[in-house]
Every structure is written in structure tokens, then in C-alpha cells.
């Protein structure tokens, strides 16, 4: 399932959603990684319609949302997915955040299933039962995380763990931990998110790679994350770049080692965290919670 390149749609706002989920199907993308949360799920099923690929060739990932972890609330979301999606099944779902908020109210953290998430767990694998969900995963969740859930008698293991990875934040010991324990990890904000991209594509190795082999720097970056193992989730929705984007090349093992080593000499700066405006008055990626 890795080496594979992907359209993400996340702050691709309405109106232009749709025409970038149908430029990517048009360039050739056959994975749209969505999520209930980016209030876009109706457009993008209307543009998976109306490009008259069959369903089954698509891979078509959304997304669990905080509020609704209690094991009631799995299915009507997912239900609420699938109808603005307009599909019966999704290929994979998964849990958006280690963190559950109670249903009602604004970030007021549910402590028992977010220190237990087996419960939610539960209920997914009951829907890939019922042929609602074909695959179910994480993202967000660090080693300890992870390790918290699957101490559980799982039925069914993540297919994935979706997280942070880019230039500034490449997390090697997730990428290691990962492969030596057979979870496929999917690189979102593979580019730096658009508050990072510049400063990413502008990195002298990145430009220096770029010009040697003749690709632009996102290329560059893209085929390093390909490299690395990962199934790559980069957004555009800019038809040029959304075809750039997909021109992935092998790099000479030297040009990857040296972006590799560039990525890994400086502290890790992650571009997405939302620990602080939930509130939760702790940092959501530190092994060590206050529960
Ligand atoms: N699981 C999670 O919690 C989570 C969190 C964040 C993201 N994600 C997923 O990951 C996907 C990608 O993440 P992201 O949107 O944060 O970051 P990203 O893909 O790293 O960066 C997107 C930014 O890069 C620009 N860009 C794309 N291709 C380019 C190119 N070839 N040259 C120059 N600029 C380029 C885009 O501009 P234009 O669009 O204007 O072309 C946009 O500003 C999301 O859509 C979502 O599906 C998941």
C-alpha cells in the first residue's frame, strides 16, 4: 500500500473543492483522503460522481471526528459521511485525533474514551463488519498512543497511522517504529501545509536535488516521502501543481540520504497542533498525559 501518491482536500474550501477533486481524478489520482471535518464531504462526492470513474477504483478515506468517539455516535457519523459522500462503503476510515470530546458542548474533553479509546475501536470494527468501512486507522497517534490501543484484543489492526511528516518534521523514530511493527504510515502536510510550503521548497537541498535531476522541488520532496515508505497525502488545488505533484521519480540513493539527513539536523518543528486552541492544557503529542 505505500509508494503511492495521493490528493488530500483539506482547506480546499467550497467551490473549489470540486474542481480539484475532479482535476486530480482527470491527472490520474485514485485516493482522496477526506474527513468529516473539513465540511467539504458533499462536494467532493459530487466531483467522484460526476468524473464517471467507477467507485471501485477509487480509494476514498474520511475521517472519525473528536465529538463523536462514544460508541453511539460512530455510526451516524460515518452514516453522515457516507451520504454527503454518496457511497455505500468507504475503503478506509479513521480515527481523526487521539482525543475524544464530549458530543455536545465546545471541546470539553471526554477523559474516559480518550485515555481508552477501545471502546471506539470496537464499534469501527463492528462497522467493517457490517461492510460499511473496508479498512480502520489512526492518525495523530504517537507511539504511546498507539501502543495504548493495541494492548487491547484488537480484531481488526490499524491499516494506518496517518500523521505529520514533512521537511521540518519528519519524525524518524515514528517512520522506524512504524516499519519494524508493519503499520503503514500516511504523510499528511507533506509539503509544510500552505503556512510552510515556501520555506520547504526553498530548502538549498531540496533546490539542490531539484535542479540535478531536472524536477521541481516539490517533486523533489514528494518522491523523498515515497521513498521513505510513506503513502503521501499532498493537497493542491491548483491543477498545474495537482499534476506536478503526481510525477514522482526514484531518487539516487546519495540525493535521498542527503534530504534525509537535512530533514533530521534540526529540531523538529511541527506545523499542525491543536493542542493548545482544544484547550486540553496539555501537549497532545507527549507520551507522558495527565491521565
Ligand atoms: N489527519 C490530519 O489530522 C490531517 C491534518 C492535516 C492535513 N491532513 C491531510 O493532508 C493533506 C495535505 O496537507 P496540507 O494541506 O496541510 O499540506 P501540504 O499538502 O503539505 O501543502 C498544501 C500547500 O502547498 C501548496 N502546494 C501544493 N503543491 C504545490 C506545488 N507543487 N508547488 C508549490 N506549492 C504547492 C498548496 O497550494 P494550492 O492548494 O494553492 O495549490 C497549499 O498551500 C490535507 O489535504 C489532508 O487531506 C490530515
Known sequence: MAEVCLSGVWKAGPGEVGQAVSAALKAGYRHIDGAWAYRNE????????????????????????????????????????LGKLGTEYLDLYLIHWPIAFKKEGNNVLDVELTADPYPTWKKLEELVDKG????I???????????????????YQPAVNQVELNFFNPQPELLKWAKDNGLVLEAYSPLGSNNQVKETLSVPEVQAIAKELNITPAQA?????????????????TP???????QVVALPQDAFEKLEAAAAAHPPKRVVNPSQGWGLGFDLFEDEWPF
Do not use: M, Y
Not at 473528536?66 to 457519523?77: K, R, S
Open 240 to 246: 498545474s501543481r495537482i499534476e506536478e505533484n503526481l
Open 132 to 135: 460499511k468501512i473496508r479498512n
Open 42 to 81: 458533499e462536494e467532493v462526492g459530487k466531483a467522484i460522481h460526476e468524473s464517471g470513474i467507477p467507485r471501485e477504483q477509487i480509494w476514498l478515506t474520511s475521517k472519525l471526528w473528536n465529538n463523536f468517539h462514544a460508541p453511539e455516535d460512530v455510526e451516524p457519523a460515518l452514516d453522515e459521511s
Open 137 to 155: 486507522g489512526i492518525s495523530n497517534f504517537n507511539i504511546a498512543r498507539i501502543k495504548n490501543l493495541t494492548a487491547n484484543p484488537l480484531k
Open 221 to 237: 520532496v514528494i518522491s523523498w516521502h515515497v521513498q521513505r515508505g510513506t503513502v503521501v497525502l499532498p493537497k493542491s488545488v
